[in-house]
């Protein structure tokens, strides 16, 4: 009787799981489909064909896929060892670091990149500030630059999900490896790496898929030195003249073969590598905490680290928010807060913009966070085919770049036949945001709840919990770590947003992000840098106080 | 077994739990599109009236539309049909100042969106099915023939001083009005280039070797009128200037405003094809950049406005036509270092449409091969 009940719960939620997804993220995307075959109002089969068949569109695909992969090696360079040195010596005690390396992150990328740019280029401000360095700075420009701007904007993505899997191995397994007389390389090697692994397949995958998705790099870095991606030809069909949805469309269908293909190897990985890791015992941190000379290295790494990330990127984004003429530079006689004043006086269209950005964003986070929660329950650990139908559609929107996403929200909420009119409203900006974020709380919570023993559960019934008990009381306390990062992480990327909000936002509305493009646009380029400034330390601050609420009370895992 | 039904009644909470949640995230959606859902409603009311008189009468279409809708509030067509939705190209400030301007004049509440071109015509196409704008301002003369051809555009012929507008930028018929005007023209850094180039062969020159911005034609209508322009007079040994650009390193560079600023900040020397209000208002700033038009002769990109075939506010946007050919919007647009559409009036702040030396251009033949040209210099500048 119980066993029935529960099944029966299981696949009512996982049927409601399945239809929610469909009409959310599926119809959208075959939207996109028919489109790419429906040419001027005819079904044409073999139209995606020929669009392929265009010469040159083959070396684009290759050269995205090039660049997910290095950037994969790139960030995995960076965010690994930061994620042991954070685990594992004095410097993770500094929780504060926790929310400054997540700024990179909150950079959007067309922003950092332009920093990096007026940093790096001609009569940029590193020449002005060393001018020696004008032999070196066209090396920037180049593949490797591109490759850098991106690792150092994904990075924390990776850190984040490699410090909790490590967290979560906690210190005991590696200390019997140390009784047992194993050296630290081959504890890496036969304890930690394994265990790590499915966590960083998961990592690395969405990396890829973040890298061949992105836009903002491409098209303000990877333009200049004439590197093409498959987002930026996208993006050239769809949003310059003459239109052209069909081609735009088969050319996603292409970047979401590869994606696609990506996520089937890392749920293979995932399947065979995943252990249960949260036992009955809890866990503590290692007794094994680096002393003397490896915290200094660790130290100096860690500086580096938010140097590049961070230190550069800002200090053009800063320089160029205050300063009076761009034509002068550097100098102390062009410093200005007047932007910042225009920004901030309450009322104007700025204000409005970020206040707009703010109040959308949280909607958004909000709805994503419960429905990704659900999503990722209901996924479990994937083993029926329904579950993985679950885990692949709510994972769609991450492999889809948000342009195409977007395109195919508009053909099926502006359709004459929809019934709810959505489009050029505030809800349609919200289930936008919660499309294309929601795959991030699924995967954070997934990542929390494949890790749990099942052992925990039957504890609870042993004791005679009932499941409703059990949820709240072990499961709940144990997920909601995933879920406040995945909350944190589509707080600050919808503030962020700015592909699908320049298509989406009903007219006269703003957010941060579309005010900022829109200066750069108007040649404001001061002004939209103060934006960003005031925009990135808003989320920055909500963080803290966020982590610091969090730090209060601990949710051990 | 000891507890069944206490489990049971805990999944059947569960079930509610989840249903509720989905009922929630429906209805939040739902609410927030609520607004939305009755204007369309109302929209659509008006569609299936509006479609039967094409043949203007406005005022009884607004009507019948509001009484369709509202009929308990007050009927007046003037009261109820109080909104615009205007898609805006070019300088974000005039297009702010024009709406207030309107605005305040007549009590219509407008709604803008702002954008490039392309944007605000790949938005349209979006909208296709159920379009939202009711008027459009666009910077590429090309981009509104286009719309005309389509049949998207609702002729106006009878608008206040159209009879004085550019007659060469605007339609005839009155389909769309050239309210405004950029030359393009060569920007270069003062600071950099000492002996401005006179003519566009001039780039060519060793001195401006990797020196050279040009904007994107796909993303610039303006860049891409030029290269039309230039190739409709020229005809196809038009190329050979576009091939020595490319031999002496130009860079194509996106919109116009990402090609300027590079020169601005110093890192490029000059921008071919550049508008020139872009150069006049940064120049106005103190920045130092300057324009000169060539000798030779250049392109003037006119800034047509026309209404939508699909407006649900003929009214409104037939005065808001009006009031962008106004004495009142015309001098705004002469404040943004723009060139007015009247060539009754004059700029004192920039060169006038007399002073600049231009290209007989054959619009017919730069709508026709637009795409073409977009195509094969993109790929030539690769």
Request: glycine share 8%; aromatic share 10%.
């Amino acid at each position: 009787m119980k066993s029935l009940s529960l099944k029966s719960f299981r696949a009512w939620s996982i049927v409601l799981a399945l239809l929610v997804l469909t009409v959310l993220i599926v119809v959208p995307l075959i939207e996109i489909f028919i489109q790419s075959v429906y040419r001027d109002g005819e079904l044409q089969w073999s139209a995606p064909f020929r669009t392929l068949a265009n010469s040159g569109l083959v070396q684009v695909m290759l050269g995205s896929v090039w660049l997910g992969i290095c950037v994969i090696a790139g960030t995995t360079v960076l965010a690994l060892p930061l994620a042991w040195v954070m685990t594992n010596t004095r410097i993770g005690r500094w929780k504060w670091l926790d929310v400054v390396l997540l700024i990179p992150f909150m950079t959007p990328p067309y922003i950092g990149s332009m920093g990096w740019i007026l940093f790096m280029q001609k009569n940029g401000y590193l020449e002005q500030l060393i001018p020696a360095m004008s032999h070196i700075t066209p090396y920037f420009f180049t593949f490797g630059g591109m490759m850098l701007i991106m690792s150092l904007h994904l990075f924390p993505f990776l850190y984040l999900l490699l410090r909790g899997a490590l967290e979560r191995i906690g210190g005991s397994m590696e200390e019997a490896g140390a009784v047992m007389g194993a050296p630290f390389l081959y504890r890496f090697r036969r304890i930690v790496a394994p265990l790590l692994l499915s966590a960083y397949g998961m990592g690395a995958m969405l990396i890829f898929v973040k890298t061949i998705a992105e836009f903002g790099t491409p098209a303000t870095f990877g333009k200049r030195i004439g590197y093409e991606v498959m987002t930026s030809e996208i993006h050239k069909y769809i949003s310059s003249w003459p239109i052209d949805f069909g081609k735009a469309t088969t050319l996603s269908s292409l970047l979401l073969t590869a994606c696609l293909l990506m996520w089937y190897v890392q749920s293979v990985l995932s399947r065979r590598f995943t252990y249960s890791l949260v036992g009955g015992k809890g866990s503590r941190r290692s007794a094994l905490k680096q002393k003397g000379l490896a915290v200094w290295l660790s130290a100096i790494f860690v500086f580096l680290l938010l140097v590049i990330s961070i230190g550069v990127p800002y200090f053009s984004i800063l320089a160029a928010s205050t300063m009076k003429l761009r034509g002068v530079g550097l100098a102390w006689n062009n410093w200005t807060l007047d932007y910042y004043k225009q920004l901030l006086t309450w009322g104007t269209p700025s204000m409005e913009a970020l206040m707009s950005s703010i109040w959308i964003s949280l909607a958004a986070s909000t709805v994503a966070v419960v429905l990704g929660t659900w999503f990722a329950l209901v996924i479990q650990r994937s083993r029926s085919l329904s579950q993985r139908s679950v885990d692949l559609f709510s994972l769609l929107p991450n492999t889809v770049p948000g342009i195409v996403m977007v395109v195919g929200l508009i053909l099926l909420w502006n359709a004459p036949w929809m019934p709810v009119h959505l489009y050029n409203t505030y809800g349609m900006v919200i289930l936008t945001y919660v499309i294309l974020f929601v795959p991030y709380t699924v995967q954070y919570v997934k990542s929390a709840a494949g890790q749990i023993d099942g052992s925990l559960f039957q504890a609870g019934q042993v004791f005679g919990g009932r499941s409703f008990y059990i949820f709240r009381r072990v499961m709940l306390p144990l997920i909601i770590p995933g879920m406040l990062s995945g909350w944190m992480m589509t707080f600050t990327i919808a503030s962020r947003e700015l592909v699908g909000s320049l298509l989406i936002l009903p007219p006269s509305v703003q957010t941060s992000a579309t005010y900022i493009y829109a200066q750069f646009e108007q040649g404001q380029v001061s002004l939209g840098m103060a934006m960003a400034v005031v925009s990135v330390g808003f989320t920055t601050l909500m963080l803290l106080i966020i982590e610091s609420l969090g730090s209060r009370r601990k949710w051990n895992a | 077994m000891l507890n069944t039904t206490q489990t049971r009644t805990t999944f059947k909470w569960g079930k509610g739990a989840a249903l509720a949640l989905a009922l929630t995230f429906g209805m939040a959606l739902a609410g927030c599109g609520n607004n939305a859902g009755s204007n369309a409603a109302a929209n659509a009311a008006a569609a299936s009236n509006g479609g039967n008189n094409a043949s203007s009468n406005t005022a009884a279409a607004s009507a019948s539309a509001s009484t369709d809708t509202d009929s308990s509030s007050n009927t007046t067509a003037a009261s109820t049909d109080k909104k615009l939705t205007v898609y805006s190209a070019g300088p974000e400030g005039l297009a702010t100042k024009l709406i207030e301007g309107y605005e305040a004049k007549t009590g219509v509440k407008v709604e803008m969106f702002q954008g490039t071109t392309g944007k605000i015509l790949a938005r349209m196409e979006a909208e296709k099915s159920n379009p939202v704008a009711d008027v459009v301002i666009l910077a590429s003369l090309p981009s509104a023939q286009g719309l005309k051809d389509e049949g998207l555009t609702l002729p106006y012929p009878e608008a206040v001083n159209a009879d004085k507008l550019n007659p060469d930028w605007s339609d005839a018929d009155g389909n769309y009005f050239s309210t405004s005007a950029s030359a393009l023209g060569i920007a270069y850094n003062t600071k950099l280039v000492k002996t401005p180039p006179t003519s566009w062969e001039d780039l060519t020159k060793p001195e401006f070797k990797d020196q050279v911005n040009i904007p994107d034609p796909s993303l610039s209508g303006s860049a891409l009128d030029f290269m039309t322009g230039y190739l409709s007079v020229k005809g196809d040994s038009g190329w050979s200037l576009f091939e020595n650009f490319k031999k002496n390193g130009v860079a194509m560079a996106g919109a116009n405003q990402e090609a300027l600023d590079p020169v601005i900040t110093g890192a490029k020397g000059v921008v071919a094809a550049a508008v020139d209000y872009m150069t006049y208002s940064s120049k106005a700033k103190g920045e130092p950049v300057d324009i000169v038009y060539p000798k030779d002769g250049t392109v003037i990109s006119p800034r047509p406005a026309a209404i939508l075939k699909s407006t649900q506010h003929e009214a409104n946007a037939k005065a808001f036509i009006d009031y962008l050919l106004s004495d009142e919007a015309q001098k705004m647009v002469t404040d943004a270092y723009l060139l007015p559409g009247r060539t009754d009036i004059k700029a004192d702040n920039r060169a006038n449409l007399d002073e600049i030396p231009q290209f007989k251009v054959d619009w017919d033949y730069m709508n026709k091969n637009g795409a073409d040209i977009t195509e094969k210099f993109t790929q030539m500048f690769k």
